[in-house]
């Protein structure tokens, strides 16, 4: 079933997505269903800053960060959304969201990741939930967003072992307990499979673990073996957080436990067989690889059989509790990426789980590795293809866009006619995937502000807010894309040959 779907979706139907996507220039906000959410998002390490406030901990972001990566930049303070979260809510509300996507700081509440509440991170979190919902914005909330407490990574070197998975589920108990009455959809781990090869394959992210002979130079890990065992807990660890959720909260609070991946939408370089069958392979490994197990119950066999012995086994029973443990796939895209066979890459000695897909992609991944490229290459009907890709395959369960938006330098212009135009043509997307049926819930702009970004500082901007980090006070400035999703969301109708005229005079779409 897979193949088939990379099949149809292949270059043979690359112009017909296209006609598709272009087929939705002009839309409003009544295009989209009732129940349908727009908001956007950040997360706690990029955004809140007060690193070493009122009780909060290291977590290996700030340890990765002051590692020398990222040119020395850090989230130390960043926007300072921790002293700042009331003046931005209501920017938020001005703006138009529905809906605000967040993490939760782990050491912030829990600063040894195990044992006593802080205080005074419950009381930040309680007052920032209110303070969205006094405003009518819904909170969607992420568990772990790359920043597991420092502590428990120095205990038992944190996702290597499986004393992760009730370590885990303790702190999730916590947000449910505390939080859960006003918070319905939750997110237990922002790009799992990202979080894997860019930490412990790559060493490119935290905690920042690779071995010889991949690029990196590493003090520590295993690229052959750890990103499959970090892969495996970070599954045992969200069924088990999924269960509780239902047996101990589900009932009262009626709220919604999803899992989310980064993907591009992968296209065969050629009309190869190989480049084919290379691609699907891709997908099993980007997505397949963790999703599989929370909707069928395995690996899928590709994974399976090229990484034989070094991926972890599930017992029937582990198998019985992972399966069906996912209400909705959260889903960070930006691009797509053209793959070719490589079957050579089989062949290497002590080989990593890169080399385990035996892909070349044309387009570098987004986010690893680097360098990063200075802007997205905008390619909507790859954004299409996706959700009709999980529609087919997994059953098409309900579908958050968690993250979509362009990157461009950050300059402190405010006239980013680049995202404006990208965000208007993958919303576009997504209202053609829906018309044909795609059962997905929201779309979330990456990003709110110009924050702190992993893998390149304050170099790089996604937000639709210019925050001046000159300014004793980080005034906040908002760009055109600002304007323009405002417009889009309040209900205007706008079409591609409008954005110039919103460039000569953002104040006419307020």
């Given amino acids: 079933m897979s193949l088939q779907v990379t099949i149809g979706l292949g270059l043979n139907s690359l112009l017909f997505l296209v006609a598709a996507v272009l087929a939705a220039d002009q839309y409003i906000r009544d295009d989209f269903p009732a129940d349908f959410v727009f908001g ?11 690193a070493f406030d009122d009780g909060r901990t290291p977590a290996i972001l700030d340890t990765f960060a002051h590692s020398g990566t990222s040119d020395g930049a850090n989230g130390d303070i960043t926007c ?11 920017l938020m509300s001005h703006l138009g969201l529905e809906a605000f996507r967040f993490s939760i700081s782990w050491s912030r509440l829990i600063p040894n990741g195990r044992g006593p509440v802080n205080p005074l991170g419950l009381q930040f979190y309680n007052n920032f939930i209110n303070e969205l919902i006094r405003h009518g914005i819904q909170p969607h909330v992420t568990l772990n967003h790359i920043d597991l407490p420092q502590a428990l990574e120095d205990e038992y070197e944190g996702w290597l072992s499986r004393k992760i998975v009730k370590d885990f589920t303790t702190y999730a108990d916590v947000c449910f307990r ?8 939750w997110t237990t781990v922002n790009e799992a499979s990202i979080f894997a090869i ?21 003090s520590m890990g295993n690229s052959s073996t750890e990103p499959y065992i970090v892969g495996h807990n970070i599954i045992l660890a969200h069924s ?17 436990i999803g899992f989310n991946i980064y993907n591009l939408w992968m296209i065969p370089r050629t009309n190869s067989i190989a480049d084919v069958i290379a691609t699907q392979r891709a997908n099993d490994f980007y997505m397949g690889w963790l999703l599989d197990p929370l909707i069928f119950g395995e690996y899928p066999e590709i994974v399976r059989k090229n990484a034989g012995t070094r991926i972890p086994a599930f017992t029937k029973a582990e198998s019985k509790r992972i399966k069906d443990t996912i209400d909705f796939i959260g889903v960070n895209h930006y691009t797509t990426a053209f793959v070719k066979d490589n079957p050579g890459s089989l062949q290497t000695d002590d080989r990593d789980l890169i080399a385990d897909m035996a892909i070349d992609l044309q387009m570098a991944v987004e986010k690893i590795p680097l360098p990063l490229p200075d802007q997205n290459p905008v390619h909507p009907w790859g954004l ?3 959700l009709e890709y999980l529609k087919q395959v997994y059953g098409n369960i309900p579908v958050y866009i968690h993250e979509n938006g362009q990157k461009i330098r950050r300059n402190g212009t405010l006239e980013d006619t680049a995202r404006v135009e990208y965000l208007h043509a993958y919303i576009g997307a997504v209202l053609e995937a829906l018309r044909n049926g795609s059962n997905t819930k929201g ?18 901007s996604y937000g639709m807010y210019y925050v001046d980090l000159d300014d004793k006070d980080l005034k906040r400035n908002p760009k055109l894309s600002a304007h323009w999703y405002s417009n889009f969301l309040k209900g205007n109708s706008m079409e591609s040959q409008d954005i110039a005229k919103l460039g000569d005079n953002p104040s006419l779409f307020l």
């Fill in 40 to 50: 956007s998002g950040t997360s706690a390490y990029q955004y809140e800053g007060a």
């Fill in 80 to 90: 300072d959304g921790y002293h700042k979260y009331k003046e931005d809510v209501k």
């Fill in 178 to 185: 505390e939080f859960g009455d006003r918070v319905l959809h």
């Fill in 198 to 218: 860019g930490g412990y394959d790559q060493g490119l992210s935290p905690p920042g673990r690779c071995s010889p002979p991949f690029p990196n130079v590493c």
């Fill in 240 to 256: 088990a957080v999924a269960t509780l959720y239902k047996k101990k909260y589900k009932g009262t609070q009626r709220g919604y």
């Fill in 384 to 386: 299409y293809g996706l």
């Fill in 443 to 460: 779309y979330f702009v990456w990003t709110f502000l110009d924050c702190f970004e992993l893998l390149d500082g304050f170099e790089s």
